[in-house]
Every structure is written in C-alpha cells, then in structure tokens.
DNA sequence: TAAATAATGAACACTTTGTTCAGTAACTTA
DNA sequence: TAAGTTACTGAACAAAGTGTTCATTATTTA
C-alpha cells in the first residue's frame, strides 16, 4: 500500500539526520562522504545508490526544507496573476512560521558558514515572489537592483533571526514588521527624491 | 636592498593568479591544491612552505583585497572618534573604487559562487565601519539588526555592481547614491512610525 | 666568491572517492 | 506462506588528493 519502501526511508532519514549533525559540528566543506556513512552506519553504494555526491545530498536537503516553506506560495501563484501588498506581508509570515518549525532540525546551520549554501536557495525561491513585485520600482534606480534589495534583505533578515536566540525573542508577525518598515520606507523616501 | 625575496614574490604571484584563474573556471570548492600547483607549476612543497591549506591561501587573498579597501579608513577611524554623514558616504565611495580597481583581477569571482567567501570577509569588514554608526537605529527595531542592514546591503550592492558589465554601466558615486537612498529613506520612514 | 635562502622533485603513508559485485535481508503480492 | 522483487551489506578496487620529509639544485644577497 505505501508508495515508498520503509528501508529506503529508513535510510535516508538516517543520512539527512547523521547530514544535518555535521553540518553543525564541522561545517559544510569539511565533511566528508566518509563521515556521513560511518554516522549515518549504512553501507558505502547504499549511499551512492541514494545520493549521486555530497553536493547533491545538500540540493535534496534544500528543496526538502524551501519547497515545503514556499509550496502554499506556488499554489496562490496559479490562482491570482497580481498579488497584493496584505498578500505578500502573508507570504513572508508564512515562510518565517515555516523557518522556525523546522528550526530544531536546521538549528544553528542557518547563521553558520554552511549558511551560505542555504542562503543561495532561499535567495533563488524569493526571487520568484518577488519579481511580481518589480512594477514599482522607483524611478532613478535600476529595477534589477531594487529586485536584489528585497531579495537578500528578506533572506539576511531571516538569517538574522535565525541566529542565537532571536527567535524566541522575536515573532515571526514582528520579525516582517521590521522588514516591512525598511521596505516601505525605502519606497516611500525614493518616490519622493526622484 | 629589497626586503622580499624576488623568488618568494615570484611564487606568490604565480599561485594567486593560478588561483583566481581556477576560482572563476571551477568554483572554490572543486580546486584541489594539486590544481594549484599544477597551474602555477611550482612543486608541491614550495606551496606548503607558503600557505597551509586551501583555505590559508583564500585568507590571504581575501587580507590583500580588502585590507586595501579598507586601509585608509582605519586611518580616519584613529583621528576622529564620530565619523559624520558625508564622511561615511566617502569612505563607502572610496571602498567602491577600490574593488572597481581590483576587478581585471577579480573579473566574475565576487558575484559569482566563489563570492560567498569574499562576501563573508566583506561584511566583517563592513561592520566595523556601520557600528559606529549604530546609535541612531530607530525605536522599535533592534539595534543589531539595524547595523546588520546597512552590512548587508552595502555588501549585495557591491556583489550586485560586480557582476556583469554594471561596474561599466555606474559609476562608484551613482552605486553609493542607489545604496544611500535605500538607507535613508528607511530611516526617515522608521523614525516617523515608531 | 661564499653563505644563506628558496625552490625542486621524488618518495612516503594516509585518507577519500566512486564503482563493482556476490551475498543477505526486507518487503510485496499472489 | 511461498516466490519474486527490491534494497542494503561489506569487502575490494584503482584513482586521486593530502601533508610531510629530505637530499639536491638554483638564486639571491652581502
């Protein structure tokens, strides 16, 4: 009846949990295929009839994570062919929420130097929500850079959060007033200059 | 009379263009030191007796660019002990130069996925720079995030510049002014709502 | 020219990689 | 439950990379 053996969930959850360990003991570029199947104890081409190298490994792992956090997302993309300002200040909520459910799992790899490889994923789905959004870049600057500016300020806030203790300390609702307030000050003050 | 060695220079030399050039061909983390040496064709010890690792020589790499950007903003920093608007705005312009002189030598590798090393170093040189800065960050928002934006988002404005032909398309000054209103107008825009 | 310093290159034990394959265990379905 | 399919095991393999050592050669400086 499941559509998935239970060894090979077996296994794979093994690997992405003995993964995600490393990744915040060592980091990133220092573990090895080695280190992954001593921790994960599965056989050497039990690993590699599962993942093709440590790289493609990290991708799945990625898409586990962002595909969940920005599938509501795509969804809502098919429906509506403009989204809101309320919408997008929904989106974004909704992806903090998602963050931070699967913190335990990813803590401390986020702020960590494996982040950046995180980091460029997440960057690469929120250029998809917000080049909806370019219309409106102010006259004067170019609109690839305005694109960039809630990009990378979006993803850095996240990480930001994610980092020490903030995210307790912070709600996902407060954590996208603060970015909000940049962004709409940011257009509000360029409207006007240029 | 010269304090160096011309033999060491030669070597240096040969490895940081052998390894810049490999950094745009395959990423930093596909190069192998036998890579190196293979390019800079110099024998396996010699490298060691240099550098200790891959990651020493990126250090190094990395020291040499920005210490340069940054070198004589370390000088102001000793004079004055509040660094105004308009200093800042010439020490970011100032930064800018610099990495527009360095690109022939950096051509496609600080926006590329070899940046992520060179933005990391970036940025904590970054933060020296924007935590004097600190105190005005508006009620309301954190003060640590406050100086994590202006880091942030110099540092993509810059990566944003280097990549393609924008560092031909904008000029050091018109990069700062895109950077500067994004600042302003936030801040402006939080002091008002707080 | 002599002494000091740097580069060479070959050898070294060691780790990691990616692949193969016969054998064993676990699941599925008839 | 028996038969057949599918997944994991574990050992072995060549190939490539690492970091170190050392005697030899070349270059520089004084």
Same mark, same amino acid.
């Given at each position: ?67 969940? #956090? ?30 931070r459910d699967s913190k335990g799992y990813l803590k401390g790899i986020f702020a960590s130097e494996s982040g950046d490889v995180f980091m460029r994923y997440f960057k690469n789905n ?7 959004? #370019? ?10 850079? #305005? ?40 257009e509000r003050a360029l409207s006007d200059s240029f």
């Open positions: 009846m499941p559509g998935v053996d239970r060894r090979q969930t077996k296994t794979r959850k093994a690997v992405f949990k003995a993964f995600v360990e490393l990744l915040e003991e060592k980091g990133y570029p220092s573990i090895t295929i080695q280190d992954i199947i001593d921790r994960a104890d599965i056989g050497r081409s039990t690993f590699y009839s599962h993942f093709e190298t440590k790289e493609d490994l990290l991708n799945v792992l990625c898409e586990s994570i962002f595909d969940h #956090a920005f599938s509501s997302i795509q969804q809502k993309e098919s429906t509506h062919d403009f989204t809101g300002r309320e919408d997008l200040e929904g989106e974004l909520t909704h992806i903090l929420y998602h963050l929120l250029r998809d929500v917000f080049e909806k959004d #370019a219309g409106l870049s102010p006259k004067g600057i170019p609109e690839d850079y #305005a694109v960039e500016h809630s990009v990378c300020w979006f993803a850095e806030t996240a990480r930001w959060w994610m980092d020490g203790d903030r995210v307790e300390r912070y709600s996902p609702e407060e954590v996208v007033k603060f970015f909000w307030h940049y962004m709409r000050g940011a």
